[in-house]
């Protein structure tokens, strides 16, 4: 077993593709017809894959059931993984014992690819970051490709990609765990806080698996990170401090020798250059940003100066800002009835999350919709959050009783579904209120994904405003 002597795939290879999930399918589509050949496996139930079993046979590709698989691997001299599959899975050592190479699928994106990468990770914010990016490159008259964690398999937007588009990249800690040679142009960390600690032993673990954005990064490249946020920051300090190779600079919510961005009197963000002309650079009021809450500004800030970096313009920057709207299931807002307000904020899948969702709304009063398929997450800090900051809380799904356990002072209600819990939620809510769908779990014990779970939400709003017809 030999890998590609290129450090690029190609026709020499043949590859396994371990996972069908959206960025398994993608990587089969690319990858066919530019290696010598490909074939795929995934340890899901045979009725859950009927589509994209369909899908291999209109492309000509064989599927191979795991328990025929190591009398395959013969034939096989690369293996790309898929970002919900950890590299500890018993089917991915299987692959590995037989001397095969494993890839995450943004590594073989990587290699792929022509155009420089701007990368985006964080344990908050790095979808609404990303496609903020996507939109301020855009503003800049660049042609820009989106993609990653944020919907679009990557794989499939940096091969569209010429060498002089730009791709940006929303990249989970699950794809940055097997990356090898991945290199951004540019990268960013946002933040970093528990979450899926069902996966990573620890805190630290988890935070090496993020600081693998800019371990392959150089002096031409360039490191954005969160100074406000301790755990970002550590990277540049202490017995690690020489660990960023990369140009590095940095965010904060107020003035600091190390910023390059920052705040003044929390309400202008402020550009300091770091070469140049060292004069600061006013570049946008907070009042102008067009998304909820604090941490939103803290999203805006890392993607402006990100944006900096790859050396677009001011003026772009602010028009990108201005005229980006909210992403859908993010502090959405859904409808407002009888002076109560109802905001869908489903892809708040962290405690983290939950919290800055909460902070977002400082003068009204909240009923919380919360809760789902924990993740290992410990809700000491969400309880300590809901019992200053709502009025009342319902919940649902597999976390309920873990959650309602840390409230202390919030009015507590269960609900087996929704549209019970919107209806409970209603009850509760009085003109003034915002009934807020912030989960803080994963959303897979009741619902298909956190998009399900929030148009379900939706559709449930919407039958209080029209109940016999029950319409959008």
């Not at 209109?58 to 013969?74: C, M, S, T």
């Not at 003044?264 to 006013?282: F, H, K, M, S």
């Amino acid at each position: 077993m030999i890998e590609s002597t290129s450090g690029r795939f190609d026709r020499t290879d043949h590859a396994l593709v371990i996972g069908l999930g959206r960025s398994g399918r993608a990587s089969v589509d690319v990858l066919r017809t530019r290696l010598g050949s490909v074939v795929a496996t995934d340890e899901a139930p045979p009725d859950t894959l009927a589509d994209a079993l369909d899908e291999l046979r209109a492309a000509n590709v064989r599927f191979i059931p795991p328990d025929q698989l190591d009398a395959a691997l013969g034939n096989v001299t690369v293996a790309v993984l898929s970002p919900g599959i950890p590299l500890n899975n018993p089917l991915v050592r299987r692959v590995q014992a037989a001397g095969i190479p494993v890839f995450s699928e943004v590594e073989v994106a990587y290699r792929l690819g022509k155009a420089p990468i701007v990368a985006v990770t964080g344990t908050k914010g790095k979808t609404t970051t990303t496609a903020l990016l996507g939109a301020l490159f855009a503003a800049a008259g660049k042609t820009v490709h989106v993609g990653g964690n944020i919907g679009n398999a990557l794989i499939r937007e940096t091969a569209n990609a010429a060498a002089d588009d730009w791709v940006i990249a929303e990249v989970s800690s699950f794809q940055l765990e097997s990356i090898r040679s991945f290199k951004p142009r540019v990268s960013l960390i946002l933040n970093i806080t528990p979450d899926h600690l069902d996966r990573y032993h620890s805190m630290e673990e988890y935070a090496e698996a993020k600081f693998r954005i800019f371990t392959n990064q150089g002096p031409g490249d360039t490191f954005v990170g969160n100074l406000d946020d301790p755990i970002v920051a550590s990277a540049s300090e202490g017995q690690h401090g020489d660990r960023v190779k990369a140009r590095t600079l940095w965010f904060s919510s107020e003035p600091h020798r190390q910023s390059t961005l920052y705040l003044r009197n929390q309400e202008l963000i402020v550009y300091a250059p770091p070469t140049g002309d060292p004069r600061p650079v006013d570049i946008l009021r907070v009042s102008e940003i067009p998304l909820l809450g604090r941490h939103n500004v803290e999203n805006v800030m890392g993607a402006v100066l990100a944006a900096l970096a790859a050396g677009l313009p001011v003026e772009a920057i602010r028009e990108g800002v201005r005229t980006f709207r909210p992403l859908a299931h993010r502090l959405e807002p859904v409808a407002e009835i009888d002076g109560v307000q109802y905001v869908d904020d489903s892809k708040a899948t962290n405690p983290g999350s939950v919290i800055a969702a909460l902070r977002a709304f400082e003068q009204r009063p909240i009923v919380l919709i919360a809760g789902g398929k924990a993740k290992g997450t410990d809700f000491a800090d969400l309880g300590k959050a809901i019992s200053s900051r709502a009025k009342a809380v319902v919940l649902i799904g597999e976390a309920a009783d873990d959650i309602a356990a840390v409230v202390k002072r919030a009015k507590v209600e269960h609900a087996s579904s929704m549209e019970e819990a919107v209806n409970r939620a209603a009850d509760l809510a009085e003109p003034g209120d915002v009934v807020l769908l912030s989960p803080g779990c994963a959303s897979f014990d009741m619902f298909q994904s956190a998009e399900h779970r929030g148009d379900l939400f939706a559709h449930a709003v919407h039958t209080l405003q029209n109940p016999v017809a029950g319409a959008r």
